[in-house]
């Protein structure tokens, strides 16, 4: 990261004015002719690889929307919080951002867990909610919409093609929270349709940084390829140590976060030619929304910034989501946007056509299957318009509107 | 006339003047704030809760206590899991006094019996918050649960039902109540701990302090006294861990953490070890200064934290604490010097109580 | 058989990083009776060192094994003038600062690399035994360890820093009086073992990514390897990266690497109660 010395003498300026006023009235009320956008990230702390491109791609989207004229004739102001990697923060925010700074929207979270602090808290004080991550899937809440992929879109036609490539035995490694644990659930349910055999599961603590003797182990259990659904800092540690150990090319892998961090700028192309991966977006896939949006983007924010994926691609469709919304409504009231987004409100974006689906406040979107060569993701192949079947199986807003909570789906 | 204040301040008029203040705030402030504001004050009340407990733990005790957040956690998890088996909060919020007391009663009897002093206190004790931490934060799967909760690994438990009036589950708390019990309870903490340090038990807790051999000699058993204070502090932290959790409907292992502990031990040593007031405005002020630091993106939060911390040990030892009474020893000194002339005779600073 | 052989170099492994960790703790917790809380960030800050050397053109060994310890050294040199000084003889407010620089540090550190993960490659290919692989890089870590205990050993039993840093800490009013020059020992000891603390690091970049926060993940294991091993500073730690790093194998085959540590912990904390005042009080009482 670099400061400039104009945003460190404007923020040291801010900190002094805040710190100033008599606590705990921390920020001035903005001006009434904006309409107010919070986005709650972890911008430092062990989630602020995630956090940081998020803010910039919400910006960016906020950004386009202002210079077209705004909505509704005013223009959007982005309220930023750093939930700085701690609960508990998200919990202060999530109040402060609904009833002092009494913003439109939310947008943020990026752990399920973080999601499951703000979502009560929104519901509490209604607050409109967008949830710009994939994640495990189940959330069923008329409050929230979630404008990423779930399992059902993306993890069933990763396994199919790695069985297929690879072999019938795979072996999983999974990060130890729900994501981890439900997505290792659906990795063995697809291997099993698909004629194949989980012949192992790991799981990880997010800080876990030494797979020695998991890779001793997987050698043991002999499987034609690894699934890694590994999130957090050491998860590079896992690809360097597969590869030092001579494993790369023998052993195939299959990732459902690979790349979104940045990991293959770190690690060398021999370390992760061959991993297979399946997003929503990847910089790579070919249309006019997306040669656009990365021109204008790099622009902005240098031609060097670490290659997009779905993650921070959601909070730029989000944002665009919501947008379309508050324009159908005509008013940022939140029954009315989410009623305006209830009608089927489909946009184009960068990945794709992304269509809301009334019933289950997810997304309809185009998810692509690639390979990592030379340091970059290969599209290999695109499944347009696939619907979040795993959420379809247990959520229905529009028998159930008054549903507020999670699905575990029975895998 | 400031000689007059101080020598207020320094009696039980002193205690007085405080015990005013403090249900002046209490009745005050929910009818001066907004909403939003009142839930931001009851999260900093919790923590002084919290700090209050080290405080007395490392601070009178001379217990080197780098594991309190094992305390706050078991507090805060006791509740989340007992109340969400059980609906109503009575029996809740008392096993998340219970069960942090007990889990203290056991480890420092573990530890003090083994004649384990100073330093090894707090590798142990450290070392405990790195277990709890460890195991909570690998219960994600399903198959780890108590009766109907689910502990959630990493996630941890959102949707944790709030407190409520007494065996009355439909009454739950709104945020004024949640309020009045949370400011309530930091000052029947704190001025029970005021009161019980004027009690023989409490001198004796100070006193191993100061010289745990010269106290052995005399005939009191030091390690029980030790135990004890142990105890207490951890049946305090659980309460504020029950407060914590109420507070967010949620609890996550993060409240094991290591930087859990580290927040604890910087706001009683910003505040002051060795007084019960300092830590309770340490941890007032750094929450605060934490919540403003995560509004701009220049400076990094855990920079100017360690920047703070290390000011406060090489600079200000003692914390805030140490620099109010020396400005009313300085301001006594003066003062006394003036009513010397007149009445001929030197004042006596430095006695507190 | 070859599966023993995979599992013994797993085993030796374990039991070389919790030793090449925890070393440049030990040497500063046994001769200066201070504990700190920021080695994990002086092992970070050698990791750093080695990656941006490497970026920056030097040989990867070079960078791992020469420019980590000397740059980290220099740093522990500057630190202990600045601030560890004032603190001699005040065991908690050493640990109290010392954890408010290493918090000081990882901001330090976000700030100016950001929060992302970097590394280098492990320079070395893999080693085959029979059907299995490891990596050669292991053994060379494992090998390493052996070689840096030797050399501490040298330093201390041999050259006359080695006598004035043993005098220095059997009782340092009498070494004072000898005409030893106290406070140069300690100051080179401090920078000694933020030396090894940095090599740790630098020798370490290459099999996990480095990131600013990563310390958090070593201090805890060396902080209790150090006080399980007591006050001999080689004895102690390597006995005690043995027991604990046997018992964090042995979990983490049986059930998995959570479990692995949190044994590793509870065998620690038994330890301690035991022998309040580590191995080293009760076995090899007088070794170095």
Redesign the interface.
């Known amino acids: 990261m670099t400061i400039d010395r104009r945003t460190f003498l404007k923020t040291a300026a801010g900190i002094g004015a805040a710190a100033a006023l008599p606590m705990p009235f921390v920020r001035t009320a903005g001006a009434a002719d904006t309409i107010k956008l919070a986005a709650l990230y972890d911008l430092s702390g062990g989630l602020e690889v995630s956090g940081k491109p998020m803010l910039d791609t919400l910006n960016y989207a906020v950004g386009e929307i202002n210079a077209a004229g705004g909505l509704l004739g005013k223009q959007v102001e982005v309220v930023t919080y750093d939930t700085q990697s701690a609960m508990q923060m998200y919990g202060q925010y999530a109040q402060q951002a609904a009833l002092k700074d009494r913003v439109a929207v939310v947008h943020g979270g990026i752990t399920s867990a973080s999601r499951e602090v703000i979502r009560p808290v929104l519901d509490k004080y209604k607050t409109l909610y967008f949830y710009d991550t994939p994640y495990e899937g189940g959330v069923c809440d008329r409050n929230i919409f979630c404008p990423s992929t779930t399992p059902g879109q993306t993890v069933d036609k990763l396994v199919a093609y790695a069985l297929k490539k690879f072999g019938k035995k795979v072996y999983t490694l999974a990060a130890n929270y729900n994501y981890g644990q439900i997505t290792a659930d659906w990795v063995k349910k697809y291997a099993k349709d698909g004629g194949g055999e989980v012949v192992g599961t790991e799981f990880f603590p997010l800080d876990a940084a030494d797979f020695s003797a998991t890779i001793s182990k997987i050698q043991a259990a002999k499987p034609d390829w690894v699934m890694a659904v590994l999130v957090g800092g050491g998860t590079i540690s896992f690809y360097r140590q597969f590869a030092a150990a001579g494993l790369g090319g023998k052993i195939g892998v299959a990732s459902t976060t690979f790349g979104g961090n940045g990991e293959q700028l770190v690690l060398s192309p021999k370390e992760t030619d061959g991993i297979a991966v399946c997003y929503n977006y990847m910089e790579t896939i070919q249309n006019p929304e997306n040669a656009k949006f990365l021109d204008g983007f790099h622009k902005k924010f240098g031609a060097k910034y670490t290659p997009l994926y779905e993650l921070p691609m959601s909070s730029y469709q989000g944002v665009h989501l919501w947008a379309a919304g508050v324009r159908k409504a005509g008013s940022t009231d939140r029954m009315a946007v989410i009623k305006a987004l209830e009608t089927g409100i489909a946009i184009d974006m960068p990945s794709g056509k992304v269509t809301v689906d009334p019933t289950t406040h997810h997304c309809i979107l185009n998810v692509y299957l690639a390979e990592f060569h030379d340091g970059g993701p290969k599209v290999v192949q695109d499944f347009p318009q696939q619907k979040p079947t795993d959420t379809e199986a247990v959520c229905n807003l529009k028998d159930h509107p008054n549903d507020r909570k999670q699905y575990v789906i029975k895998v | 006339m400031i000689a007059q204040v101080s020598a207020l301040l320094r009696g039980h008029a002193g205690t007085t003047a405080l015990a005013l203040v403090g249900l002046g705030l209490l009745f005050g402030l929910p009818l001066g704030l907004?909403?939003?504001?009142l839930?931001?004050?009851t999260?900093?009340v919790t923590f002084a809760i919290l700090a209050l407990s080290l405080g007395f733990v490392l601070g009178f005790g001379g217990i080197?206590c780098l594991g309190q957040s094992v305390f706050f956690g078991l507090g805060a998890y006791t509740y989340g899991i007992a109340v969400t088996d059980m609906g109503d909060s009575t029996i809740p919020v008392l096993l998340s006094v219970a069960v942090p007391s007990l889990f203290a009663a056991a480890l420092g009897y573990?530890?003090f019996w083994?004649?384990?002093?100073?330093?090894?206190v707090?590798?142990?004790t450290?070392?405990?918050s790195?277990?709890f931490f460890?195991?909570v934060?690998?219960t994600?799967?399903?198959q780890y649960h108590i009766g109907a909760a689910a502990i959630?690994?990493?996630?941890?438990m959102?949707?944790i039902p709030g407190i409520n009036l007494p065996f009355e589950p439909d009454d739950t708390l709104d945020p004024n109540g949640v309020f009045y019990l949370t400011m309530g309870s930091l000052l029947v903490c704190y001025f029970g701990l005021r009161w019980l340090l004027t009690t023989t038990f409490g001198r004796v807790v100070v006193a191993v302090r100061e010289n745990e051999r010269r106290v052995e000699l005399l005939g009191y058993d030091a390690r029980r006294y030790k135990l004890l204070a142990l105890t207490l502090g951890a049946a305090i932290a659980g309460l504020a861990g029950c407060l914590?959790a109420n507070?967010?409907?949620?609890v996550?292992p993060?409240v094991f953490s290591?930087v859990q502990s580290?927040q604890i031990?910087?706001w009683v040593?910003v505040g002051g070890a060795g007084t019960l007031l300092g830590p309770v405005i340490g941890s007032i002020l750094i929450s605060?200064l934490?919540?403003?630091?995560?509004?701009?993106?220049?400076?990094?939060?855990?920079?100017?934290?360690?920047?703070?911390?290390?000011v406060?040990?090489?600079v200000v030892?003692g914390g805030i604490a140490a620099v109010a009474r020396r400005a009313r020893t300085a301001a006594a000194r003066l003062g006394a010097f003036g009513a010397a002339r007149r009445i001929g005779r030197e004042a006596h600073p430095g006695a507190r109580p | 058989m070859a599966w023993a052989g995979i599992i013994s170099i797993d085993f030796l492994y374990a039991v070389a990083s919790l030793i090449l960790v925890s070393l440049g703790l030990a040497v500063i917790f046994g001769m200066m009776r201070i504990i700190n809380l920021a080695h994990g960030e002086f092992l970070v800050l050698g990791s750093y060192a080695a990656i941006l050397s490497s970026h920056a053109g030097v040989n990867i060994w070079v960078a791992c094994l020469i420019v980590a310890p000397l740059a980290v050294g220099m740093i522990g040199f500057v630190i202990e003038r600045l601030l560890i000084r004032h603190l001699y003889g005040r065991l908690v407010d050493t640990m109290l600062a010392t954890w408010g620089l290493s918090l000081f540090v990882v901001g330090l550190l976000t700030t100016v690399f950001g929060n992302d993960t970097q590394g280098v490659s492990a320079p070395l290919g893999p080693i085959h035994i029979g059907d299995y692989q490891a990596s050669g890089y292991s053994l060379f870590v494992i090998g390493l360890a052996l070689v840096v205990l030797a050399a501490v050993y040298g330093v201390l039993r041999f050259t006359r820093f080695g006598l004035f840093a043993r005098g220095t800490m059997q009782n340092a009013d009498m070494a004072a009086a000898l005409g030893v020059h106290v406070s140069a020992v300690y100051s080179t000891t401090f920078a000694l073992g933020a030396g090894l603390a940095g090599l740790a690091g630098g020798v370490l970049a290459p099999v996990t990514g480095v990131f600013p926060s990563i310390g958090g993940a070593y201090i805890g294991k060396a902080f209790i390897t150090v006080l399980s091993g007591g006050s001999a500073i080689l004895a102690g730690t390597s006995s005690a990266s043995v027991l604990l790093g046997a018992v964090d194998q042995i979990g983490t085959f049986a059930t998995n690497a959570v479990f692995g540590q949190v044994g590793l912990l509870v065998a620690a904390v038994v330890l301690i109660r035991f022998m309040p005042q580590g191995i080293t009080s009760r076995f090899f009482r007088r070794s170095l």
């Open positions: 907004e909403t939003y504001v839930l931001q004050v999260v900093y080197l573990f530890i083994g004649r384990i002093s100073d330093v090894y707090g590798v142990i450290l070392t405990v790195l277990i460890s195991v934060n690998s994600a799967g399903p959630g690994g990493y996630n941890g959102p949707n914590f507070w967010g409907s949620f996550g993060s290591v580290a031990l910087i040593t605060w934490t919540a403003v630091l995560g509004t701009q993106q220049t400076l990094n939060a855990s920079l100017v934290l360690g920047f703070i911390l290390l406060f040990v090489l030892p």
